[in-house]
T-cell receptor, first 109, second 112 residues
Framework: GQSLEQPSEVTAVEGAIVQINCTYQTSGFYGLSWYQQHDGGAPTFLSYNALDGLEETGRFSSFLSRSDSYGYLLLQELQMKDSASYFCAGSSNDYKLSFGAGTTVTVRA | NAGVTQTPKFQVLKTGQSMTLQCAQDMNHNSMYWYRQDPGMGLRLIYYSASEGTTDKGEVPNGYNVSRLNKREFSLRLESAAPSQTSVYFC???????????FGSGTRLTVV
């Protein structure tokens, strides 16, 4: 099975940078994904790291260290629309995804 | 392009009633999944189908059954609903099962 730990909430002001950490324990680990979910909506895919290092997609970046069983999502130039829940999710060799409990990001003006 | 379509969007059941949640995807994905989401607990996997013709239990399968009707459709059945099954249910699909899951808009189920 898989276990993923992430902080429950983070608050920051517009324009700031936020880092959401995720540690995992998993067997047959393939990679780490990040999903965004606005209140009442469906989760949407943000990024995926299968190899160590940083992946950048616009204002969002994701990092993975397989040796440390650790990853993070970096949100830069925060905007009000970034207020949402963010989930890390680990994939494994049995074709399924396990999710962390989620981090609620609140952006203040 | 509809993506993943779930029906119904809302449902209220009485304890002991049965119902089937429907899910269909039009992306020709191989893998399909049913998750439930409860406050503060993230998404928990109920059942999944890695490919057409196969189904497997996830983290919380008790009280549920599934059918992979064809490559497009994956249904979730509650045989005898219980208040503990009050939740938001999401269907998802993926080409590889590894990443890039596409989720439906969810079914909000209340069991009274």
């Amino acid at each position: 099975g898989q276990s993923l730990e992430q902080p429950s909430e983070v608050t920051a002001v517009e324009g700031a940078i936020v880092q959401i950490n995720c540690t995992y324990q998993t067997s047959g680990f393939y990679g780490l994904s990040w999903y965004q979910q606005h209140d009442g909506g469906a989760p949407t895919f943000l990024s995926y790291n299968a190899l160590d290092g940083l992946e950048e997609t616009g204002r969002f970046s994701s990092f993975l260290s397989r040796s440390d069983s650790y990853g993070y999502l970096l949100l830069q130039e925060l905007q009000m629309k970034d207020s949402a829940s963010y989930f890390c999710a680990g994939s494994s060799n049995d074709y399924k995804l396990s999710f962390g409990a989620g981090t609620t990001v609140t952006v203040r003006a | 392009n509809a993506g993943v379509t779930q029906t119904p969007k809302f449902q209220v059941l009485k304890t002991g009633q049965s119902m089937t949640l429907q899910c269909a995807q039009d992306m020709n994905h191989n893998s399909m999944y049913w998750y439930r989401q409860d406050p503060g607990m993230g998404l928990r996997l109920i059942y999944y189908s890695a490919s057409e013709g196969t189904t497997d239990k996830g983290e919380v399968p008790n009280g549920y059954n599934v059918s992979r009707l064809n490559k497009r459709e994956f249904s979730l059945r509650l045989e005898s609903a219980a208040p503990s099954q009050t939740s938001v249910y999401f269907c998802a699909s993926s080409e590889t099962g590894e990443y890039g899951y596409t989720f439906g808009s969810g079914t909000r189920l209340t069991v009274v």
